[in-house]
Every structure is written in C-alpha cells, then in structure tokens.
C-alpha cells in the first residue's frame, strides 16, 4: 500500500517509513535532530484513568526507542461525548498528562472529534543527537537480543473483555504497560546498541523481523527465556487470544522455523500483539552483561537476554524451547 505513496526526500530526513521504524528523525543543526512519533487506539482495560496512563506510555515509548528524549506532546482523542460523560474523558485526559509529567513531558494541547468509540494517543516531539540515534536495522550477526518487559498484555488485556482474567492479573498488565521505557532507554544510551525497537501491535516475532530487513542476517528466539506475565500461558491455552496476535502469527509464519515442541499456545506467546511493551535490544556480545546490569540498574521490569542474530542471508528466525 505504501509503495503507492510518494516518498519524503529531504537530507535531513535521517530516518523515514523505508524500514517501518518506531518515528521520524529530522535533523535541525548538526549536534540536534528532532523525533517526531503519533499513536492512538482504543480502551485496553475499563478503568478510564489507567487508559490514559497506558496511552500516554505507548506514545512516549516510540521517541525513547529511537535514541531520543520526549519533550513535547500533542493529545489525541476521539470520544463519544453524547453517551459517556465527559468525567470519563477528564479522567482519561488526566491518566495521560499524569505519565507525561512523570517522564518530564508538557502536553501543549491536542485535538479531539466526536466518534462513537473512544480512541486516545499523542504526537510526541522529542530531541536527539544525530549521532546518538537508534534504528530498528543495524543489527550483527552475534548480536544478543534482550527484551525489558514480560510479554502477554494482548492475551490478558483480551481476557479482560471476556470477563477472564483475575483482578491480581489485571493490576500486573497495568503495572506492565504503564512502566516507561525511559529507564531501558538510558541503558541503551549508556552502553550503545546496534539496533532497538519496541515491541507492539505486531507482536515480538513481528518487530523482530523488521530489525533483520537491514539484510543478510537472521535471528534465534528461545520461549524458555522470554519473560511473560503470570496467568498468560492459562489464558491462552484455555482459548482466549486476541484476533491481532493470530494474525500477527499467521503473518511470520512463513519466515519463522518453529521449533516441533512448540506448540500453538507458544507459537502465539512469541506474536501476542502488545500495547506499550519493552523495548527488544541487538547489543554486540561483549556489551551484553554490562547491558543486562545497566537495564537492572534502571530498574526495568524485564533485563533477559533472550536470544541472538545470526548470519542468514534468507532473514530467517528460528524459534525453539
């Protein structure tokens, strides 16, 4: 669809949509460039204020991954002002300015229509140093991969509608999704990486294969170290699964090598659409420890190394236990 488009061509476009990355960089000066990320979606949980608590996380997350430091915000919203009351609305505004201050952003304003289903986000506006910028290619063969957040937000946050999932596991996701990746991305900064990414809507097998579209190189994932939130695997394996990771699944499956123990509850952990997940690392093998300490230094939810990049000119990732 996009090749339809005509393409942005400016030298100070540094990074554009050629290699689907987290946000735009344009560079203003030669020691400054700017991030420039959008992104809104529907309720994941029914508690208005954490909404927008995890909307906000989302949309800050993508300037984080690109190297850079979020500095302004615009909110976006679309709301059914004639059957929910507009408290519901303050309370979602309020979630979103709340995390926004907690990661030293201003929210400036925003734009709002009225549409029958909620839908809340912002356009962030962050800086960066041009050479301090981090893409989703640039990945080598013997890079480790790490991820700083448990997958499984999609499942639960799917139980959630289906009335299935405990109050103990809805407090989890919540904690999850609304944690900045501020602190992974300053590890990021402090020890250097090849390439980032976060993982979102596309699950961690979609955004892993973006970082291998640089050509030449593949990826080995292993299930055993990838960290997921507790009840998840129950979920799964009782039928609940959001419609976006089967087709998260059905869309890598033929570039992934799955493992023959890896069954179908499994095969959907590695492709759970996320909302404001981790970001997922390619750091060179001799920075991984000094990366992994860093990250637990922040305090990220997750530091686990959970597999690594291999040479293959295919771009094929190979999935096991």
Known sequence: MLAAIPRAADADLLVGAETADDAAVYRISADQ?????????TPVVDDPYQFGRIAAANS????????????????????????LPLATLQEILRGGAETAAEAGVL?????SIDDPEPKYGMAVIGFVHPD??????????????????????????????????????????????????????????????????DVTGFGLLGHLREMLAGGGIGARVRLSQVPVIEQTRELVRAGVCPGGTRRNLASVAC????????????????CDAQTSGGLLVAVSPEK????????????????AIIGEITSDPAARIRAEA
């Open 288 to 303: 991984a420890d000094s990366f992994v300490q860093a990250l637990r230094a922040e305090q990220t939810l997750a530091a």
């Open 60 to 83: 800050l997350s993508d300037t984080w991954a690109m190297g850079g430091e979020p500095r302004l915000a615009l909110n976006i919203v679309a709301f059914p002002s004639r059957t």
């Open 107 to 111: 929210v400036a304003g925003g734009h």
């Open 132 to 197: 301090s910028i981090v893409t989703n290619v640039g990945a080598r063969p013997g890079d480790t991969l790490v991820l700083t957040k448990p997958l499984g937000t999609g499942i639960i946050t799917t139980a959630i509608k289906e009335g299935a999932a405990s109050q103990e596991t809805i407090a989890e996701a919540i904690r999850v999704m609304t944690a900045l990746n501020r602190g992974a991305a300053r590890a990021v900064q402090r020890v250097g990486a090849s390439a980032a990414t």
């Open 255 to 270: 570039q992934v090598d799955f493992a023959p123990d890896l069954d179908e509850a499994a095969r959907l952990f590695l």
């Open 33 to 41: 460039a700017v991030v420039f990320t959008v992104d809104f979606f």
